[in-house]
């Protein structure tokens, strides 16, 4: 599971306070018990309103849904097996194993509706609330046309959920393993009130771990087993620790000091290193990074000439040569490699047969569109802001790309303004900004979790580009054609050629994660979403 938006690796840290805070969770003192380490902070442990990966994880560690990747397999979870579906496809019926919540209460079909419905209520402002689009009503409550309690979801008894949509969804099952789709507690929610997600105190969980000494900021924390899990015989591991470490190199001292057991997104000259190493792993994400440009604060962005010149200005190869080191993968366009396939065909790379050339790097014809653009627009050469994360690999970003803007495009002058994670999001969700440095990991293997990202209403589409044609092609995949693969293939092909001759979003890279990770630990997963499954994993 990999939903939400991504961070780029690295800030420096004092490493001799990281190393004090890691001191007693390595492995090497416990052999259930690993350290691995994140980019920033948890920012909410709310299964209805988090957006971004970490928290992301974090679920995944310690909550069940209906259904739960282990590798490219999508297995039943709390669903006792596969729902039996009718109507078409527009019905289909759950029954549910016997799971506790780590209180000791049973996980019921209740609990199913109260945290779908607390999803889509449009109090909650969760921004993943368009995810249920195609359930019954959901579009309807989502827009405050019709309560929550409309919503095609029903518990018949306490072990059986029934489903209804409005329209058969093909990749319905796969959605499920995202978090705005698990179980939540109504009374304990309810009793948690607005600190519900905020702190070890105010969670419950249904899933392998439970989230322990997390106070909703802090840099370290701590997942022990949950022995009410249902499926906690396969649970190996009895401690995950995590650590945030923002630098590459002080990842890499950590892991080559047996601080951590797992270190990731490093990049830079560290990435080189760690590529000759025998614990090196390059870890291909279903997910890209790309540039927003907010066409509502910034009309010289509604027009096309002046997106397209941007985009052909970045040499995406040099960038990730000089300044990622990795083996990350230049992005044709928004949707990345690997994830969405059909008879053979890769659709990412079918779709850059066509549109390709809208990413690779042209300056001359950078620099007459750009000039273009202005007279069109009326304007003279802007002086704008990139915004990105506070972080070592973000900030070398921003600058490869300023001084990329600045030497292509005549007149253009680009201000660096660096963040942290969570106020780049916040800004990012609240339109203050001209251009933000964005990523994405796929909610679940399919194009449309990322080309659903850019429709004109979309809680995501940060830009706010807007394509009427897009939007009708979008919403033709998910009626008209949703029964056809064919004929769905086809029409997502014709909406991602619109999104990059367009550049509604400028696609930067396909990320390859560099990842350390100790040759004691075995059998552990990495799935389509990006998210690592622990159970069934093991440590020598």
């Given at each position: 599971m990999k939903f939400r938006k991504t961070m780029v690796a690295g800030t420096t840290i004092a490493l001799a306070g990281v190393l004090a805070a890691c001191g007693s969770n390595s492995a090497s003192s416990n052999g259930k018990s690993i350290t691995r380490m994140e980019s920033d902070v948890i920012s909410t442990m709310d299964p209805s309103t988090n957006t971004d990966v970490i928290g992301g994880q974090a679920l995944i560690d310690t909550m069940d849904g209906l259904y739960r990747y282990s590798g490219k397999d999508l297995k039943p979870a709390i669903a006792k097996a596969e729902p039996k579906v009718t109507d078409g496809g527009k019905v289909y019926t759950f029954n549910l194993r016997n799971a506790k919540w780590s209180n000791g209460d049973p996980v019921t079909a209740q609990d199913f509706v109260f945290g779908w419905r607390r999803t889509v209520e449009p109090k909650t402002k969760s921004?993943?609330?368009?995810?249920?689009?195609?359930?019954?009503?959901?579009?309807?409550?989502?827009?405050?046309?019709?309560?929550?309690?409309?919503?095609?979801?029903?518990?018949?008894?306490?072990?059986?959920?029934?489903?209804?949509?409005?329209?058969?969804?093909?990749?319905?099952?796969?959605?499920?393993?995202?978090?705005?789709?698990?179980?939540?507690?109504?009374?304990?929610?309810?009793?948690?009130?607005?600190?519900?997600?905020?702190?070890?105190?105010?969670?419950?969980?249904?899933?392998?771990?439970?989230?322990?000494?997390?106070?909703?900021?802090?840099?370290?924390?701590?997942?022990?087993?949950?022995?009410?899990?249902?499926?906690?015989?396969?649970?190996?591991?009895?401690?995950?620790?995590?650590?945030?470490?923002?630098?590459?190199?002080?990842?890499?001292?950590?892991?080559q000091s047996k601080k951590l057991d797992i270190a990731t997104k490093i990049s830079g000259q560290q990435a080189a290193q760690a590529k000759t190493m025998p614990d090196y792993r390059g870890l291909k994400q279903n997910g890209t990074f790309y540039l927003e440009l907010n066409e509502k604060k910034d009309p010289i962005f509604k027009n096309a000439k002046i997106r397209q010149a941007i985009s052909l200005s970045i040499n995406r190869r040099e960038y990730i040569k000089k300044v990622l080191n990795d083996s990350s993968i230049p992005a044709a366009n928004a949707t990345p490699e690997g994830l969405f396939t059909k008879d053979g065909q890769d659709f990412a790379k079918e779709a850059a047969k066509n549109d390709g050339s809208a990413t690779k790097y042209d300056?001359?014809?950078?620099?007459?569109?750009?000039?273009?653009?202005?007279?069109?627009?009326?304007?003279?050469?802007?002086?704008?802001?990139?915004?990105?994360?506070?972080?070592?690999?973000?900030?070398?970003?921003?600058?490869?790309?300023?001084?990329?803007?600045?030497?292509?495009?005549?007149?253009?002058?680009?201000?660096?303004?660096?963040?942290?994670?969570?106020?780049?999001?916040?800004?990012?969700?609240?339109?203050?900004?001209?251009?933000?440095?964005?990523?994405?990991?796929?909610?679940?293997?399919?194009?449309?979790?990322?080309?659903?990202?850019?429709?004109?209403?979309?809680?995501?589409?940060?830009?706010?580009?807007?394509?009427?044609?897009?939007?009708?092609?979008?919403?033709?995949?998910?009626?008209?054609?949703?029964?056809?693969?064919?004929?769905?293939?086809?029409?997502?092909?014709?909406?991602?050629?619109?999104?990059?001759?367009?550049?509604?979003?400028?696609?930067?890279?396909?990320?390859?994660?560099?990842?350390?990770?100790?040759?004691?630990?075995?059998?552990?997963?990495?799935?389509?979403?990006?998210?690592?499954?622990?159970?069934?994993?093991?440590?020598?």
């Open positions: 921004q993943y609330a368009y995810l249920f689009s195609g359930v019954k009503n959901a579009d309807d409550i989502t827009a405050g046309k019709k309560a929550p309690s409309t919503l095609g979801v029903q518990a018949v008894n306490k072990t059986t959920l029934k489903v209804t949509l409005e329209h058969p969804i093909p990749y319905f099952k796969t959605m499920l393993v995202n978090p705005a789709f698990f179980p939540q507690s109504q009374k304990f929610v309810e009793k948690a009130g607005k600190k519900y997600g905020t702190a070890s105190k105010y969670l419950l969980s249904n899933g392998p771990y439970e989230l322990k000494n997390w106070n909703g900021t802090g840099n370290t924390w701590k997942e022990t087993k949950n022995k009410t899990y249902w499926n906690a015989k396969n649970v190996h591991i009895d401690t995950i620790n995590g650590q945030v470490v923002k630098d590459s190199q002080t990842a890499l001292n950590l892991y300056p001359a014809k950078a620099k007459q569109l750009w000039t273009e653009g202005l007279k069109e627009t009326g304007q003279s050469a802007p002086t704008l802001e990139l915004l990105t994360d506070d972080t070592t690999s973000a900030k070398r970003s921003a600058e490869y790309l300023q001084s990329a803007f600045e030497q292509a495009l005549p007149g253009f002058k680009v201000n660096i303004s660096t963040v942290p994670f969570k106020t780049r999001l916040s800004r990012s969700q609240n339109g203050q900004f001209d251009m933000v440095f964005s990523g994405w990991n796929a909610d679940f293997p399919d194009a449309i979790s990322f080309l659903d990202l850019f429709t004109t209403d979309n809680a995501y589409n940060d830009g706010k580009w807007s394509n009427a044609q897009y939007d009708a092609l979008i919403k033709q995949s998910k009626t008209t054609d949703a029964t056809n693969p064919t004929a769905r293939w086809n029409t997502l092909l014709k909406a991602q050629e619109i999104l990059t001759k367009e550049q509604g979003v400028v696609p930067l890279y396909q990320r390859v994660e560099t990842t350390l990770q100790r040759k004691t630990i075995s059998n552990l997963k990495y799935n389509p979403t990006g998210s690592y499954d622990f159970v069934n994993a093991t440590v020598k």
